[in-house]
């Protein structure tokens, strides 16, 4: 009597089935706004995670961290309600690990580290403030989760409130990677304490180019960069408007010139009814038109005529990285 063995294939599926599916969630304390995402999965190869929640609260550290350089006690106060509100949703769904990690403003706010230590003190959640190079890392981790880099030279751009990161990669490989302090609440606040209008944010730009420049160039020179990715929320904007403003789809790329028409219509409307007849939210209607100026200028340099925008961010790097 012969005995049948399962194959090395069955061996595999069977384990994959039985891979442990676990409740995690990523915190992205930004510029802008702090945001939570509630997801579960396995890790196990070629299987996505599922997201189960999002949220965002809009509390614009970036706005203290790049005027004064503290958080102010409003704000500091609404961080912590944020956490707290965090803390019960984690409990709610069951979440076994959690990943919160802090960006520009936190990196510049003296008071931050007061912030850090009492959101773990009271609810247990400890906040790394990471450097722009590990931003850069995690966000090119979930881009080549969602899209097929291989072969191709890509040029990924994260527009944050506080900086701007620049990576560039040979299909899943990351080979240089550079933050410069051009987010766009920062930008939005250098106008603001020059007295200057929207439609003199080229005298802002101007100041960031010849930095921005050196690093394109630097690995751009002489390889082809198939196409950009854009990441953040003012990008997913971007690609709204494309379909809102010049009634385009489909709405996961920009053009150059696609870019160059959205800014010309958002210039023609105010900030006002940027909220009221385009229904941006407050926080997002003051920042796109910087955004959009930044990827302009970026692809200008660049010469890339075409920006892939796939819907992940930081959050989703870091499920990834906890799920590696």
Known sequence: MFLMLPSLDTLAKEGESRAVTR?????????????????????????????????????????????????????????LSTFEQFSETNKKWGVEKVRAVATSACREAKNAQALISLVQKNFGIKIEVIEGSEEGRLIHLAVQKELDLAGKNTMLIDVGGGSVEVTFSHGHKMMATKSFPMGTVRVLENLSKRKLHESQLGVIMGEFIPDLAAHIHKNADGIKTDFAIGTGGNLECMAQLKGQLLKKSPTTYVTLTELGEIIKGLRGISVKDRIEKLKLRPDRADVIVPACLLIETIMRQAEVEKIVIPNVGLRDGLIWSMLS
């Open 23 to 79: 409740r995690i969630s990523a915190i992205d304390i930004g510029s802008n706004a702090i945001r939570m995402m509630v997801a579960e999965g396995s890790g196990s190869a070629g299987t996505p995670f599922h997201v189960l929640k999002k949220f965002r609260a809009p509390v614009r550290l970036g706005h203290d961290a790049f005027t004064t350089g503290v958080i102010s006690e409003h704000n500091f106060d609404l961080a």
